[in-house]
C-alpha cells in the first residue's frame, strides 16, 4: 500500500497527518508513506523526525489583507501555484500513490488537485469546528471528508461525503502519570505547574504577558512555569538574563517537542485555540485559558475556545483583552475550581488517540477495497 500525506504550514495541520501516518505504520509496518510539504516549510523539520521521507513543492499562500503588497504577493502565489502543480504531477507520477490523505493548509490545493485529475482518491481531515478555505474548495472532489466535530457538517455543501471522527492525536498522549512528569522535569515542590505557549511559531501577545508573569512569579514563587516562546521570542532568553531570575521553577524552550511530557505535568495550560491543541488537552483533562489567534481564516480558533468554554473546561481571553491582571484571574479561578472543572470533563465524551486513529484506519482501508 502506497500513501500520499499532504498538508503543512502549522503544527496544527502537520501533527495530525504524523498521527495518522505513525498509526498506519505501526498496523502495517510494510506500508510506504510519503510527505508532501511545501519549501522552507515547519513540515521539512518535523517529519523527518518521525522517519518519514518528505518531498516539497514551490507554493505559497493568497496574501489576504488589502494593501500595497496584495496584488504583488498574489501574483507571485499564482505563479507558484503553476509551478507546484507541475512538481505534484510529477511527484504523483514517480511514486504512483494507491491513496492520498490532505490535512490542510495552501500545500494541500494543488497537490490534491492533481491527485483528483488522475482518478487517485483521497480523504481529507478538517480540524477545526469551522472547515477552513482548503477544506471548503477541495470538499466536493474529496471522496471522504472526515470532521473533528458535528458542528463543522454545517458548513459543508449538503452533497459532501463527510464522517465524524475526531481529531488525531500522537499516540503517547496522556500516558503518562502527572506526578512522574513533574519529577522528570525536576520539579519537586508541591507548587501548580502552569504550561503556556503561542502555538508552533509562537506568539508575541502571549509573550509579553508571560514575561511579566515570570518576572512577578521570580518574586513570588507561586508557579512552576513552562513557556514556548515560538520561532520569534527568543528575546525572553535575554530578558531573563538581564533581570538575573532564578530559573529552578521556570524552563524556557523555543518549541516543545515532547507536548506529552509537559501536558502530563501541568495543572493548567495557557494557550492558543488550535483544535489538534484543544484535542490533547481534552484527552488529558487539563483546565486550560485559551487565547484564540485573531490572524487565522474565518477566526476558526474563536469558534474551537468558544466551544470548550462553553464545555466549562476552560476560559477565554480574547487577545484584545489580554493583560497580565486579566490573565492572574482567570489562572486563580480555574486552580480554585480545579476538582469542579475534572467533573466537567467526566461528563464529556472524549475519545481516545487509539479509537480515533482506529476510526480513520478503517475508512482509509475500506476507500482502498472499493
Not at 518528505?54 to 502565489?77: E, V
Not at 504523483?92 to 493548509?105: H, L, Y
Not at 483546565?287 to 477565554?316: F, G, T
Amino acid at each position: 500500500m502506497k500513501i500520499i500525506f499532504v498538508g503543512g504550514g502549522t503544527a496544527g495541520h502537520i501533527n495530525p497527518a504524523l498521527a495518522i501516518a505513525c498509526y498506519l505504520r505501526e498496523r502495517k509496518p510494510n506500508i510506504d508513506i510519503l510527505y508532501i510539504g511545501a519549501k522552507n516549510s515547519m513540515e521539512e523539520v518535523l517529519v523527518p523526525k518521525e522517519n518519514f521521507d518528505i518531498k516539497t513543492i514551490n507554493i505559497s499562500g493568497f496574501y489576504r489583507k488589502l494593501d500595497f503588497n496584495f496584488i504583488k504577493k498574489n501574483l507571485i502565489t499564482l505563479k507558484n501555484i503553476i509551478i507546484a502543480s507541475k512538481e505534484s504531477q510529477k511527484i504523483i507520477e514517480d511514486f504512483k500513490p494507491d491513496i492520498c490523505i490532505g490535512t490542510g493548509g495552501y500545500v494541500c490545493g494543488p497537490f490534491l488537485r492533481e491527485a483528483y485529475k488522475k482518478k487517485i482518491k483521497f480523504i481529507l481531515h478538517e480540524q477545526n469546528s469551522y472547515p477552513g478555505i482548503t477544506t471548503k474548495l477541495l470538499s466536493k472532489k474529496a471522496d471522504i471528508v472526515m470532521l473533528s466535530t458535528h458542528m463543522a457538517k454545517n458548513y459543508l455543501n449538503k452533497n459532501v461525503k463527510s464522517i465524524v471522527v475526531g481529531n488525531p492525536v500522537r499516540s503517547n498522549i496522556g500516558k503518562i502519570d502527572s506526578l512522574t512528569a513533574k519529577k522528570e522535569l525536576n520539579f519537586n515542590n508541591d507548587k501548580p505547574v502552569i504550561l503556556s505557549f503561542g502555538g508552533s511559531l509562537g506568539s508575541s501577545a502571549i509573550n509579553n504577558v508571560m514575561a511579566e508573569f515570570i518576572l512577578n512569579n521570580n518574586k513570588t514563587k507561586n508557579y512552576n512555569l513552562i513557556h514556548g516562546y515560538g520561532k520569534y521570542g527568543k528575546w525572553l532568553e535575554s530578558f531573563v538574563i538581564k533581570k538575573e531570575l532564578n530559573k529552578s521553577n521556570l524552563i524556557l524552550k523555543e518549541y516543545i517537542n515532547n507536548i506529552s511530557l509537559y501536558l502530563s505535568a501541568a495543572d493548567l495550560v495557557i494557550c492558543r485555540a488550535g483544535a489538534i491543541t484543544l484535542s490533547e488537552l481534552k484527552i488529558c483533562k487539563k483546565p486550560s485559558i485559551l487565547i484564540p489567534s485573531p490572524n487565522v481564516a474565518e477566526n476558526h480558533q474563536y469558534y474551537n475556545a468558544l466551544e470548550m468554554n462553553n464545555s466549562k473546561i476552560s476560559e477565554m481571553i480574547l487577545e484584545k483583552d489580554l493583560a497580565y491582571e486579566v490573565l492572574m484571574k482567570k489562572v486563580e479561578y480555574l486552580l480554585k475550581n480545579i476538582n469542579k472543572i475534572r467533573k466537567n470533563f467526566e461528563k464529556l465524551k472524549i475519545s481516545t488517540s487509539e479509537e480515533v486513529n482506529y476510526k480513520i484506519y478503517n475508512i482509509i482501508s475500506d476507500l482502498l477495497k472499493h
